[in-house]
């Protein structure tokens, strides 16, 4: 994730704080981090109503919360229990598959493809409510494809696209940052003609 | 005398009279069988003859007998003299005597035998004045009687006076109010007055305005223009506001009496209440031109309050503010987020960018006024901004536009504010060296001003509202700033050495605001972690934009105002509500209502509840013609309205309508007289024909009269004088 952070400062104009706090779902603090980031491979406890609850407000409310599945395949332990979980949260919504004009993929990069350690899906998933996507889902281990070592040198490589792949995976996770920030914005109708000379469209 | 004419009306019944009758002539015929041997038979007859009589009168009192007579009478008519007062009379009437009302006058009373004295002597006259209402009139009234007030209402005369008069005559131009299902009990004599062809004038007959338009959209105004005696004449009909003439056309007119509808339009730029004028230059000959002109009032508001924000980065900040804008479906908001600075590697071809350039020229050069509200977000101007645009802010503000400036880490520029318009402009001073403090957490609570400023006063109950502010979480970041004399401090934080948060001022006709935070987010996922509701932060953001933008909906007070026109000498009357806060604090005279009349003294007006709700009944009576000033205020709030009282003379026609009064007099099955009729020999010789006469009946009962018991008592005394000669007493 510090590897995603540095890129932001580097290409954006976005002032990121390196901070690291730890935080339960259960915590008053969660709210004023209207970025979650929440990661796995494997199955995880569920979580208990008044988590649930919370969580529910908290998407409902403003948070955005940004889902991994690092396993690399889908279907597995994690994938299985968040769909589970996330159906627990908001059973009114349905994690939806994200169609290619949606602001996600426009904030910053015009983003055509998915990038990530693994193409597991070519698309991203998320809850959309009225026009804003609180939920957004991935199960391309995009933080795998963001990772190194402290020599600066990648820990995973990216297949099957190799550095194009990894090249991709930044540009979206910079991406989901900046939409998480700026919502809908590249919607507005200022922005229409430009967006859509540059996808000749 | 005849039988005929005796007529009685008993008083016992009867049975009872004949009977005493009867009894009386017992006793008469026992007093002649009594004298008879004493006096002899004839002096005997002639006592008992005596006493019969006597006793008959007196039993015939009980008969009531009593003489009817029969005398033709003759009534003196009674007759109104209804003479027209109102404005039009004013006017010039036939050629060479002066006004209408001086050409009534004459009618009068000029001549050697004046018709108003020779009509007195025949008649019962009653003299009337016809105004806008109807006034009773004496003779010696008339030298000095003036005109004024509108036209009156004849039908409603009619109604009034044909119980009490036989007839009517009527003095008048024939501007007068009339329905053809008038009353037709008074026959009116009309005598026209002014010379309908030769009558000249011009006038705006009726505009056809809305009273309300919305910034930026087209306002089509219908108007009539009428025109008497300018055949084939073109002219200008200018809209004004002011001296300033916003549009003109030019209208023909075909014929000598002409009535032309034309549109009139034009796009309204500024915000409030514009007082118009639609007028036509006086013409050469004009009877006249005080109907030139019409002024009504336009209150021009937004149909949406348009924002540009310009935001220095992504944010939490930005976000929960586009949020809360987009939340309202009255903002029209047009953001620009700053995604990179010039520093920063992008490092990929501009089709897979979707960042587009700042269009800073436009948006500063030409569109700026376009705009209600500018918002600098956290922005590092000096990378994007010329210093010349901060110019182009500084006169958006000044003439009315709304600023507001954003903290965060960019938000003073490093002092590169410092000695532009923008620092001017400012309720605050700012630092010159970096301001941002990230190092603690900062609660803020409202100030004195704060608690009572329409922005942060989120409830009307004082106590929520206080406690509202206490629940909010403290912010993470702030810009350490000092407010300026002229600045408002509303939100403030720190401990001893208070730190201004959130602070207002004015700057020309414009309103500024500084939130020296970008953490005000969290007033938001704040209250919502608490699991309470959002609406304090998406309140304060609405709150703000509205006050920035002087939307009247933020006005505790809301006027409505009459929808028909104002005249000069009619009670006016206003509906207002005081906001929830001036109402709930019960106060008495918490509400106030000042009027000033064009002149702008104060004249005297009234306020009072009307019992529903806290809605207020305001009223006062124009005696000038122009626009007045009302002032309503309540607490701490005050609004001003402007209220347009027309020209008594305003879209006036006042041509003669000589054909109308014969018509209203034919109608009432009385008659047009011309001028040069003899008037008075009309009028009598219809009031012979319509002569009444009645037959008086007279009833004189018998003992009413003295000589009746006179005769009686003669009877009596005569029989006592004869007795005693008679030797019998």
């Known amino acids: 994730v510090e590897a995603i952070v540095e890129e932001l400062e580097l290409r954006t104009s976005i002032d990121a704080l390196k901070e690291r706090r730890i935080l339960t779902l259960s915590d008053t603090d969660l709210f004023f981090c209207p970025f979650l980031y929440m990661a796995g491979k494997y199955a995880f406890d569920p979580f208990t109503p008044r988590e649930r609850e919370i969580l529910r407000r908290y998407i409902i409310f403003g948070g955005f919360l940004f889902v991994e599945d690092a396993m690399g395949a889908k279907g597995f332990g994690f994938d299985q229990t968040f769909r589970k979980e996330i159906k627990e949260i908001l059973p009114n919504q349905e994690l939806k598959r994200l169609p290619a004009d949606h602001p996600v993929f426009q904030t910053f990069y015009l983003v055509g493809s998915m990038g990530g350690r693994q193409k597991v899906n070519p698309y991203l998933e998320g809850i959309t409510i009225d026009n804003w996507t609180p939920v957004i889902y991935s199960q391309n281990d995009l933080s795998g494809a963001w990772a190194r070592d402290k020599f600066g040198k990648w820990i995973h490589e990216c297949e099957p696209g190799g550095e194009g792949q990894r090249s991709s995976a930044f540009k979206l996770g910079i991406n989901i940052i900046v939409y998480s920030l700026t919502s809908d914005y590249k919607k507005d109708l200022v922005h229409h003609p430009f967006i859509k000379r540059r996808q000749n469209l | 005398m005849t039988l005929n004419q005796v007529a009685i009306s008993p008083v016992f019944p009867l049975w009872l009279i004949l009977l005493l009758l009867s009894l009386g002539l017992g006793a008469a015929l026992f007093q002649y069988w009594l004298l008879r041997k004493r006096i002899g038979n004839p002096r005997a007859v002639v006592l008992s003859l005596l ?65 108003l004295k020779s009509l007195t002597e025949r008649f019962n006259i009653k003299f009337y004045g016809l105004g806008e209402s109807l006034r009773s009139l004496e003779a010696e009234d008339l030298a000095g009687l003036k005109t004024g007030g509108r036209e009156g209402d004849l039908a409603e005369v009619i109604d009034r006076l044909a119980d009490r008069h036989s007839m009517a005559v009527l003095i008048s131009d024939g501007n007068l109010k009339w329905k053809d299902d008038a009353s037709k009990r008074l026959p009116l004599f009309a005598v026209p007055l002014g010379d309908p062809k030769g009558y000249k004038d011009i006038l705006i007959k009726s505009v056809q305005a809305p009273v309300m338009a919305f910034r930026g959209r087209e306002v089509i105004m219908d108007i009539t223009v009428k025109g008497y005696g300018y055949k084939g004449l073109t002219f200008p009909v200018h809209l004004k506001e002011g001296s300033k003439i916003i549009t003109i056309k030019n209208v023909s007119l075909n014929d000598h009496s002409a009535e032309v509808t034309i549109p009139l339009s034009f796009t309204p730029e500024e915000l409030g209440p514009h007082h118009l004028s639609i007028g036509v230059p006086p013409q050469f000959g004009e009877s006249l031109t005080s109907n030139n002109t019409v002024g009504f009032s336009l209150r021009v508001m937004r149909d949406k309050i348009r924002i ?81 645009y901060f110019e182009s802010v500084r006169e958006f503000v000044k003439g009315g536009g709304g600023l507001a400036m954003i903290g965060g880490p960019f938000f003073s520029d490093e002092g590169r504010y410092n000695g532009t318009p923008l620092e001017e402009i400012l309720p605050v001073r700012l630092n010159e060296r970096e301001d941002y403090r990230r190092d603690s957490s900062w609660k803020v609570g409202l100030s004195r001003a704060g608690k009572d400023h329409p922005i942060t006063r989120l409830s009307p109950d004082e106590g929520y509202n206080l406690n ?30 208070l730190q201004p948060i959130l602070t207002v001022g004015a700057y020309g006709s414009g309103r500024v605001l500084v939130l020296a935070t970008d953490y005000s987010w969290k007033w938001y996922m704040g209250m919502v972690a608490k699991g309470k509701d959002n609406w304090p932060y998406l309140r304060l953001m609405e709150r703000m934009v509205r006050w920035l933008t002087k939307d009247p909906s933020l006005d505790s007070i809301q006027i409505t105002l009459p929808e028909k026109r104002g005249w000069i000498g009619q009670e006016m009357e206003i509906r207002f509500k005081a906001g929830e806060e001036d109402f709930l604090s019960g106060r008495k005279g918490s509400v106030s209502l000042s009027v000033f009349d064009p002149r702008g003294l104060k004249i005297k007006s009234q306020i009072k509840k009307t019992g529903q709700g806290n809605e207020y009944l305001g009223s006062f009576l124009p005696e000038k013609e122009g626009t007045y000033k009302l002032k309503i205020e309540a607490q701490a709030n005050r609004l001003e309205e402007h209220l347009i009282i027309a020209s008594p003379m305003e879209g006036l026609d006042a041509l003669p309508h000589p054909e109308r009064l014969k018509m209203i007099s034919q109608t009432t099955g009385g008659r047009f007289l011309s001028k040069e009729d003899d008037l008075l020999k009309e009028i009598e010789s219809y009031a012979e024909k319509k002569e009444r006469r009645f037959i008086e009946l007279r009833s004189s009962p018998l003992w009413e009269r003295p000589y009746t018991f006179i005769f009686v008592l003669m009877l009596l005394a005569t029989e006592w004088y004869l007795r005693r000669r008679w030797g019998l007493i």
Not at chain 2, 341 to 358: A, K
């Open chain 2, 468 to 497: 509202l502010w206490q629940e909010m979480p403290p912010l993470d970041g702030i810009n350490l700033l000092a407010a300026k004399s002229s600045g408002t401090i509303l939100l403030e934080c720190g401990d001893g050495n």
């Open chain 2, 308 to 388: 540009l924000m310009i935001s220095g980065s992504p944010s939490q900040s930005y976000r929960f503010m586009r949020m809360a804008f987009k939340n309202d479906p009255s903002f029209d908001l047009l953001s620009f987020v700053v995604l990179r600075t010039p520093s920063d590697i992008i490092n990929v071809p501009l089709q897979e960018q979707s960042l587009i350039p700042l269009p800073v020229e436009t948006l500063f050069s030409k569109e700026l006024r376009n705009f209600d509200l500018l918002i600098f977000d956290n922005l590092p101007s000096h990378l994007y901004l010329k210093p010349i």
């Open chain 2, 51 to 115: 006493r019969l009589g006597a006793l008959i009168l007196l039993i015939s009192f009980a008969l009531n007998l009593s003489l009817r007579t029969r005398k033709e009478q003759k009534i003196t008519q009674s007759l109104a003299i209804l003479l027209d007062t109102s404005q039009s009379m004013d006017l010039p009437g036939t050629a060479g005597r002066g006004s209408r009302l001086n050409e009534a006058k004459g009618i009068l009373l000029d001549g050697p035998t004046p018709l």
